[in-house]
């Protein structure tokens, strides 16, 4: 069992920076592949960023590439999303996700946990 508790959402004026944490229990932590996805009100969960098992593998949704950072501390068993130039249209709540078999990275129903969530809202 991985437990994910999301922190670091706010409000920030568009052009501005915000760096989401996801900190894991278990002493797997290592073991997981990591994800980003966002809801954005009245919209479908979708994929943000991976990071693979040992940091090695990351890839990105095309909307949030070159702006959008994820990395990851094996040692402190939590994962990071480093957001900057955000963009109004990046408001939505973001999940971090754990998965130990991960094929499909975008799809919801490949990733074994889930964190409750944090809100990020940019004002334009």
């Known amino acids: 069992q991985v437990q994910l508790v999301e922190s670091g959402g706010g409000l920030v004026q568009a052009g501005g920076s915000l760096r989401l944490s996801c900190a894991a229990s278990?002493?797997?932590?290592?073991?997981?592949?990591m994800g980003w996805f966002r809801q954005a009100p009245g919209k479908e969960r979708e994929f943000v960023a991976t990071i693979s098992w040992s940091g090695g593998g990351i890839y990105y949704a095309n909307s949030v590439k070159g702006r959008f950072t994820i990395s990851r501390d094996n040692a402190k068993n939590t994962v990071y999303l480093q957001m900057n130039n955000l963009k109004p249209e990046d408001t939505a709540v973001y999940y971090c996700a754990a998965g130990s078999n991960v094929v499909r990275v975008e799809v919801q129903y490949a990733w074994d946990y889930w964190g409750q969530g944090t809100q990020v809202t940019v004002s334009s």
């Open positions: 278990g002493r797997t932590f290592s073991r997981y592949a």
